[in-house]
């Protein structure tokens, strides 16, 4: 067994690729992780405000679900199934029948997919042109929706399509509510485009669009702009895909992101926490009246990942089969909301992002944006930044994470803010 948790630091500079980066924000090599705090080998812990990118909602190593998987692995379970029939697979799926579809009145089937969230978005995509026969997907400005190149081509993020190398194809982009600036009524625009003959924008085949734009910079959606978006796709002919990878299990209240807003997808990328403790898992939730694949149409070596099948059927069961953990959701919320107006009252012109526990401050600049996340990890913090230019700092804390640590968390964010606001006035 290894106990030694040094590092050769030198190791990452020779030989891991130049595409690494979020450990250029945080220098330092980790050894442990529990709850909301991460360990490095110096002994210094931190405050977890980035969670995998909410891809551990739960915390890291909930001891409910290791210790199931650690049961699992233990009795030699199945480590690696293919899409073969396994009792870990139908423990997962009753448990998502009957305390997620059920209760919001959902009869989508599960597609198990390759184990990122981009491989359920490329899913998605075939599908609805499959579906329909048609090839144009509309998508929106700010859109993150993965790295392959259909996801890729859905993506707005100039710096993300650059790395493509070849031009990216099959979708038209629309303005997402409130790109266009405060009084713009972007669906009205949507609905001009798409109804006139000579705009030269083709039949969709779909809308792709996230409920809140995590890469993007938190833009939200109101429930009034999704549902004139659903209503434009139906009457077009096209289906409704609602990325829910980053925005949904828990991260904005309810375990949809799209919950209580009046629509129903088509599809459902999901991926992130999904698994509930950070293994790679990535399905696409769809009507059955649009599962008209062939057996391996869409397929993948991963797709389906055992493991994460024991933990996710846990956090299922242990958060979602009452209301009791979107409670304490709701509670937290506001705690962040108020810590946020606290932060965005610090900077001239700061303005409020994102909803639930997905907020943030777009602070002006990329520039004072890392500032103040370069100061909250010196100060034992992480917390990462989003948005065009970066100039969104981006609260991802575990949905799980104690009151009192959430609460040293945000404090060590005002404090970092209010020192890095007042080093740019005083600079200027």
């Not at 375990?255 to 696409?284: N, Q, R, T, V, W």
């Not at 909803?355 to 370069?374: F, K, N, P, T």
Request: hydrophobic content about 40%; glycine content about 10%.
């Amino acid at each position: 067994m290894r106990t030694d948790t040094s590092a050769d630091r030198a190791i990452f500079e020779r030989r891991e690729s130049e595409a690494r980066s979020y450990c250029r924000s945080f220098d330092t090599v980790f050894t442990s992780a529990s709850g909301s705090e991460m360990t490095d080998t110096n002994g210094k812990t931190y405050i977890d405000f980035l969670a995998g990118c909410s891809s551990l909602n739960y915390g890291h190593n909930d001891p409910d679900m290791k210790a199931a998987l650690i049961e699992h692995i233990s009795r030699d379970g199945i480590a690696h199934g293919l899409d073969m029939y396994t009792d870990a697979k139908a423990a997962f799926l009753t448990a998502f029948e009957e305390k997620i579809l059920k209760p919001r009145n959902m009869d989508h089937k599960v597609m198990m997919t390759g184990p990122t969230g981009t491989n359920a978005v490329e899913a998605a995509l075939k599908l609805a042109r499959k579906v329909t026969g048609r090839t144009n997907v509309i998508a929106f400005t700010n859109g993150f929706h993965g790295m392959t190149m259909g996801a890729l081509a859905a993506t707005g993020n100039s710096g993300k399509r650059a790395g493509g190398g070849m031009p990216l194809q099959g979708v038209t982009r629309m303005p997402y509510e409130g790109s266009l600036g405060e009084g713009v009524d972007t669906l009205a625009i949507i609905e001009a485009m798409l109804g006139n003959d000579s705009s030269g924008i083709d039949a969709p085949a779909a809308f792709l669009l996230e409920p809140v734009q995590g890469e993007g910079g938190l833009n939200a959606a109101s429930p009034e702009w999704m549902r004139g978006i659903a209503r434009i796709a139906k009457e077009h002919g096209a289906l409704l895909i609602v990325d829910d990878i980053q925005a949904g299990t828990g991260r904005t209240g309810t375990f949809f992101s799209f919950e209580e807003m009046g629509i129903e997808p088509d599809m459902i990328p999901m991926a992130k926490s999904l698994s509930g403790m950070g293994l790679p898992f990535a399905a696409l939730l769809l009507k059955p009246e649009l599962d008209i694949w062939k057996p391996a149409e869409h397929n993948g070596t991963f797709r389906g990942n055992t493991h994460a099948f024991v933990t996710a059927r846990v956090a299922i069961e242990k958060f979602w089969s009452d209301d009791a953990f979107q409670k304490e959701i709701a509670t937290k919320s506001a705690i962040l909301s108020e810590a946020m107006h606290a932060l965005a009252k610090q900077i001239p012109g700061a303005k409020l992002k994102g909803r639930g526990m997905m907020q943030g401050v777009d602070v002006g600049s990329g520039e004072l944006a890392d500032a103040i996340c370069a100061e909250c990890f010196r100060n034992g913090l992480i917390i990462e930044t989003s948005g065009a230019d970066d100039e969104v700092v981006k609260v991802l804390a575990a949905l799980t994470t104690p009151v009192e640590t959430f609460r040293n968390g945000l404090k060590i964010l005002l404090e970092a803010a209010a020192s890095q606001s007042t080093t740019k006035i005083a600079a200027e």
